[in-house]
């Protein structure tokens, strides 16, 4: 079985206390990775299996040395797109059991300490902007959103129409 | 007409004379006359109104370099679309400083920045913190320089009526302190959602989460991601982040203003 190696085309990483932020150039994603799915990863050469990792996470940061826990932090990296080959199947197993290993372990205070990972999509400028009124986007075509709620809307043709619309297309 | 604006030359160039007086109430907070004429962006308005013969009307036009952005029959609505634009513009393109969606109040000498997207409520809680004493600095950007100290962006305060109802400029009565107001370094920023009912309890973020919840709210967040990373997590580093759920405006007001203290 091929072990994961850590995709680094197109990222900005960043490190800020002991979190990953990485930035995904081609997805306009980002991804905070905490202190266990960042050690997870940067172990990720193709070369560490899961029980090496699992073993670097007892040392550095104390959890119990299980695999699950690699697959837990490895099935939050595949869904990110953050490493180079899709996982195999059996290392996606693990990919729903956070709350199988707390019970199996027995603590719920490890879950701060599980692999996780966060994604935001990055924000175009326009939706970063105020929304426009509806009566102010006359003549301007898929520019700004527009309208509540939640800017989904975009300014068509002098109206607020759902993005997904043929004509603003 | 030519401005300079957070380090952006824009120039404005229009066929009635007249539309030079609404321009400078429109202009981006912080902007000053220029008098050069090679500019980062050249807007070309045209004022529309009745044509040579009788009935018919002619559209105001605006142009965004060679690309129209804006057509309409009311001058108004063709000027309120340069003002966005160029606030928009300068928000994504100015070099110095690092533009986050969000409403900014200035509260013992400290900036308290509520960053969120349109209709999250963010106007309303700014309103609120505005009548609990705090000053107003900002109801659209939290601008900040690179020594993470955010600066003033005062535009009125827009507030809208009924939830389907576009946002009404309603221009908040406080005087600027005496003296100005000056750039501030970040006491509190909170990540509010408004929910009904709900009571504002919230937790505090880790730097990365902050980092991500800024960068949702950056406007240069897609054209320049390793330059605002950087500055983010420079502005998180020893700040307080909060996030949570928060009811009526004016509950929340006290606690937020509180933070600041603890």
Redesign the interface.
């Known amino acids: 079985m091929t072990l994961p190696r850590a995709r680094n085309d197109h990222l900005v990483i960043k490190r800020v206390a002991d979190e990953t932020l990485v930035y995904d150039l081609q997805r306009h994603r980002a991804y905070c990775l905490n202190a266990a799915a960042g050690l997870i990863w940067s172990h990720c050469d193709g070369q560490t299996d899961a029980d090496q990792m699992a073993a670097v996470l007892q040392s550095e940061l104390g959890l119990p040395r299980d695999e699950d826990v690699v697959r837990l932090g490895l099935a939050g990296l595949d869904k990110a797109h953050l490493l180079v080959e899709r996982l195999a199947p059996p290392l996606l197993a693990a990919r729903y059991s956070r709350r199988k290993f707390l019970v199996k372990a027995g603590v719920v205070g490890l879950a701060v300490l599980l692999p996780t990972v966060i994604s935001i999509v990055s924000p175009t400028a326009a939706q970063a902007g105020t929304c426009v009124a509806a009566n102010g986007c006359a003549g301007i075509n898929n520019f700004l959103p527009c309208g509540p709620p939640n800017c989904t809307k975009i300014c068509c043709l002098g109206k607020c129409r759902n993005i997904s619309e043929p004509e603003c297309v | 007409m030519s401005f300079v604006a957070h380090g952006l030359r824009i120039g404005i160039r229009m066929n009635d004379p007249q539309l030079l007086d609404e321009l400078p109430q429109r202009l981006p907070p912080g902007w000053r006359p220029a008098s050069s004429n090679v500019v980062d962006r050249l807007y070309s308005l045209i004022a529309g109104g009745d044509g040579g013969r009788s009935g018919v009307r002619r559209?105001s036009l605006l142009y965004a370099g060679a690309a129209?952005?804006?057509?309409?029959m009311?001058p108004d609505?063709v000027l309120?679309?340069l003002e966005?634009d160029v606030?928009?513009y300068v928000?994504?393109w100015s070099r110095r400083k690092l533009f986050?969606?969000a409403g900014v109040v200035a509260w013992e000498g400290r900036a308290i920045v509520i960053p969120g997207?349109?209709?999250?409520g963010k106007s309303t809680l700014v309103e609120a913190l505005v009548r609990a004493g705090a000053t107003y600095f900002s109801d659209?950007y939290a601008v900040f320089d690179d020594h993470g100290l955010v600066h003033p962006y005062r535009v009125p305060l827009?507030l809208r009526k009924g939830?389907?109802m576009?946002?009404e400029k309603v221009r908040v009565d406080m005087p600027k302190p005496p003296g100005g107001l000056k750039p501030l370094p970040v006491g509190v920023i909170a990540v509010a959602t408004y929910r009904p009912g709900a009571r504002w309890r919230p937790r505090p973020l880790?730097?990365?989460?902050a980092?991500?919840s800024l960068?949702?709210?950056?406007?240069?967040?897609?054209?320049k991601?390793?330059q605002v990373?950087?500055k983010l997590?420079r502005i998180?580093e020893g700040t307080r982040v909060l996030r949570g759920s928060r009811g009526e405006a004016v509950e929340t007001a006290g606690p937020l203003l509180a933070a600041v203290g603890s």
């Open positions: 559209y129209r952005i804006a057509r309409s009311d609505e309120d679309r966005d606030r928009l928000a994504e986050v969606h997207r349109s209709y999250s659209e827009s939830a389907d576009p946002p880790s730097p990365g989460q980092v991500l960068l949702a709210n950056t406007v240069a967040a897609r054209r991601p390793e990373l950087t997590a998180v």
